[in-house]
């Protein structure tokens, strides 16, 4: 009778492992369709749209100074403060915005013949930067190099701070549309509909530095000063990513 009981419970022990091990398997499979339906569900698609605002500019970014070579480093020094003085005395009194130095320098000057090099003099200047409103550029540096001015490296354009703050939104609202027209444009052709923004990034809406426009680094040119001065239109640019989903 013992042996009997034996047998039996060891049959229902062999019988029991295999129905535990297949209710695990099942209740895993319940467990699991709730996340993989709610993954078929979640189809997303990334897009990126573009914006891009032209502001006019009003501002012009001068630099400019005087240059002067000659025989002694004390004589060249002299002059260059000289020239320099009346510059700066004239930029001020036209109410200049940020006037300040960019460079001074004083350098030797050799001449190479044969091997050999030779001190034939000093190179020194004094070069500043400033901004003015971009109508008075031109009258300005004519009367620049009046005053004792001999180079000019260059002029860049700039919009106001308020404008191109504004220029920023209209960007990034521009941005955001084209990317949900990109979005629709591609769904509509698969018979898809567009649901909700799963996740937003913005990845810039600054405008690019200031255009530059190149002069001629000598300021001796009679002509150059009557040449009007530009500064046409800043680009203000955004960019936004989207995930869709649908």
């Given at each position: 009778?013992?042996?009997?009981?034996?047998?039996?419970?060891?049959?229902?022990?062999?019988?029991?492992?295999?129905?535990?091990?297949?209710v695990?398997v099942?209740?895993?499979?319940?467990?699991?369709?709730?996340?993989?339906?709610?993954?078929?569900?979640?189809?997303?698609?990334?897009?990126?749209?573009?914006?891009?605002?032209?502001?006019?500019?009003?501002?012009?970014?001068?630099?400019?100074?005087?240059?002067?070579?000659?025989?002694?480093a004390a004589?060249?020094?002299?002059?260059?403060?000289?020239?320099?003085?009346?510059?700066?005395?004239?930029?001020?009194?036209?109410?200049?915005?940020?006037?300040?130095?960019?460079g001074?320098?004083?350098?030797?000057?050799?001449?190479?013949?044969?091997?050999?090099?030779?001190?034939?003099?000093?190179?020194?200047?004094?070069?500043?930067?400033?901004?003015?409103?971009?109508?008075?550029?031109?009258?300005?540096?004519?009367?620049?190099?009046e005053?004792?001015?001999s180079?000019?490296?260059?002029?860049?354009?700039?919009?106001?701070?308020?404008?191109?703050?504004?220029?920023?939104?209209?960007?990034?609202?521009?941005?955001?549309?084209?990317?949900?027209?990109?979005a629709d444009?591609?769904?509509?052709?698969?018979?898809?509909?567009r649901?909700?923004?799963?996740?937003?990034?913005v990845?810039?809406?600054?405008?690019?530095?200031?255009?530059?426009?190149l002069?001629?680094?000598?300021?001796?040119?009679?002509?150059?000063?009557?040449t009007?001065?530009?500064?046409?239109?800043?680009?203000?640019?955004?960019?936004?990513?989207l995930?869709?989903?649908?």
């Amino acid at each position: 009778m013992t042996q009997t009981l034996l047998s039996h419970s060891r049959s229902r022990g062999g019988l029991w492992l295999p129905i535990m091990f297949l209710v695990g398997v099942l209740v895993a499979v319940a467990l699991a369709n709730p996340v993989l339906a709610q993954e078929r569900r979640l189809r997303t698609l990334t897009v990126t749209g573009q914006g891009v605002e032209r502001i006019p500019t009003t501002t012009a970014q001068v630099q400019l100074g005087v240059e002067v070579q000659g025989k002694t480093a004390a004589g060249v020094q002299q002059e260059v403060a000289r020239r320099s003085a009346a510059v700066v005395e004239l930029l001020r009194s036209q109410n200049v915005e940020q006037l300040q130095t960019r460079g001074i320098q004083l350098n030797p000057v050799y001449n190479y013949e044969d091997n050999v090099q030779r001190l034939v003099g000093y190179s020194g200047s004094n070069i500043v930067s400033f901004r003015v409103p971009t109508e008075q550029a031109g009258t300005l540096l004519d009367d620049a190099v009046e005053a004792g001015a001999s180079r000019i490296d260059g002029i860049s354009f700039t919009a106001p701070d308020n404008a191109i703050a504004a220029a920023q939104k209209e960007a990034l609202q521009e941005a955001t549309q084209d990317a949900q027209q990109q979005a629709d444009a591609v769904l509509s052709v698969l018979n898809l509909t567009r649901q909700d923004v799963v996740s937003i990034q913005v990845n810039g809406a600054t405008p690019p530095p200031p255009t530059p426009l190149l002069l001629d680094r000598s300021a001796s040119n009679a002509e150059f000063a009557k040449t009007p001065v530009i500064g046409g239109e800043q680009e203000v640019q955004a960019s936004v990513t989207l995930e869709i989903s649908y």
